[in-house]
């Protein structure tokens, strides 16, 4: 196997990785809590609270009366394709750059997968300080997160060290 075939079999199973922790960690949240239902773990700053998201990130458009699964579900598809296709062609010495794209794609698929089976994202991860709370999100959304970080990263202090 030469090294680009593993090097993309390692960002497909990454990908897959963040896909099946999403899906675990939501279906171990929906049946031990209820919609709503918020246990501290750290009081005052982290917490589990059970929600559902039908809108985009911040719950962006989640009032919007249905149409946004189709459009946010198509978005996802859309990204999801482009973020293979640049899985294909990475090349040796990006491999911060093939976390990143692993880390979007699994966490676009994992919110899909909710979108498109249950027509809204679960979330469940709530951070918050006195009045102050931050959108709750789950292992997709961490993972996007994480991984667009990383791509900044690559994109201004890697990219220009590397060997063309």
Not at 107 to 135: E, K, Q, S
Not at 139 to 152: C, E, F, R, Y
């Amino acid at each position: 196997m030469t090294v680009m075939k593993t090097g993309r079999a390692l960002w497909l199973a990454i990908a897959v990785c963040v896909i099946a922790v999403d899906a675990l960690s939501k279906a171990w949240i929906v049946r031990h809590m209820a919609l709503y239902q918020s246990i501290d773990l750290i009081p005052n700053l982290l917490s589990l609270t059970l929600l559902h998201n039908t809108g985009a990130a911040f719950s962006l458009l989640y009032s919007a009366g249905g149409w946004q699964r189709w459009l946010l579900a198509a978005i996802a598809v859309l990204v999801s394709a482009g973020l293979l296709t640049w899985i294909w062609r990475l090349r040796p010495g990006m491999e911060v750059l093939g976390w990143a794209i692993s880390l979007v794609l699994g966490g676009a698929i994992g919110n899909l997968v909710d979108r498109l089976r249950l027509g809204y994202v679960v979330d469940f991860i709530h951070v918050h300080y006195g009045d102050w709370h931050f959108p709750a999100f789950n292992v997709a959304d961490s993972a996007i997160t994480v991984g667009a970080v990383l791509m900044l990263i690559d994109m201004l202090v890697l990219e220009g060290r590397r060997h063309v």
